[in-house]
């Protein structure tokens, strides 16, 4: 079965500081996707990152990095330079292959609600 | 290049009324999922569509819930003799590909049942 553990609940910090989102997941699948979600609170949920079990490659994107490790079952996110506008819930999901019973639907973790103070 | 779209973005029905849900997918996106998040839950799939045809609606309650994606206009989900524990936001998502491609979510419709 696959599933996404997400195991912080809520992270506070203070701007400026760097903070690390964990995500675990755990999947018998060789080929699937993993992808990271931002819901502000104003409640939509917006788009991050995808990667495929393939391509351990870190990313960056400005302030945003992804470290992904098969070794661990880790998709890691890292905000550095937090600011206020980072405030948000924010969400590990997961994906398999479209064979058999896995369409393509995401199994979300139950998500992250990090507050930036200011 | 509008995103995905949905509709009304707030919905409050009485017990034992329907509730429809619109979602219109991004431009040239064929595939549809609808979630839902219900407080201390998180995201759960419902459904999956693609036009004309439910591929995966192993998520959604087998009473009560019925979704489809016509050949023209948007996808719908609809919820009949809603009772309060229906009470949740409902999102759509879509995508251009089948393969674990990037979904891209609507804002959602925040149901309130009264």
């Known amino acids: 079965a696959q599933k996404v553990t997400q195991a912080q609940t809520e992270i506070s910090v203070v701007e400026k500081e760097d903070v690390t989102l964990d995500c675990v997941y755990e999947?018998?699948?060789?080929?699937?996707?993993l992808f990271w979600y931002k819901q502000p609170p104003s409640g939509e949920l917006v788009f991050l990152i995808r990667?495929?079990?393939?391509?351990?490659q870190n990313e960056i994107s400005g302030r945003y990095s992804w470290n992904f490790q098969k070794s661990t079952s880790s998709f890691n996110f890292t905000i550095t330079a937090s600011q206020v506008v980072d405030s948000a819930v924010y969400f590990c999901?997961?994906?398999?292959?479209?064979?058999?019973?896995?369409?393509?639907?995401?199994?979300f973790g139950k998500g992250t609600k990090l507050s930036v103070k200011p | 290049n509008a995103g995905v779209m949905q509709n009304p973005r707030h919905l409050v029905r009485r017990r034992g009324q329907e509730a429809r849900l619109r979602c219109s997918p991004m431009?040239?996106?064929?595939?549809v999922y609808w979630y839902r998040q219900l407080p201390e839950e998180g995201l759960k799939f419902m459904v999956y569509?693609?036009?004309?045809?439910?591929?995966?609606e192993s998520g959604m309650p087998k009473e009560r819930f019925s979704a489809e994606f016509p050949k023209e206009g948007p996808s719908i989900l609809r919820i009949q003799q809603v009772v309060r524990g229906d009470s949740a936001a409902y999102f759509c998502?879509?995508?251009?590909?089948?393969?674990?491609?990037?979904?891209?979510f609507g804002p959602g419709t925040r149901l309130t049942v009264t």
């Open positions: 990667r495929n079990s393939f391509d351990e």
């Open positions: 998502a879509s995508s251009l590909f089948r393969d674990g491609s990037e979904q891209y």
């Open positions: 999901a997961l994906s398999g292959p479209n064979y058999g019973g896995s369409q393509g639907n995401l199994i």
């Open positions: 431009k040239g996106h064929s595939h």
């Open positions: 569509l693609q036009k004309e045809n439910i591929i995966d």
């Open positions: 999947t018998r699948d060789t080929t699937y996707y």
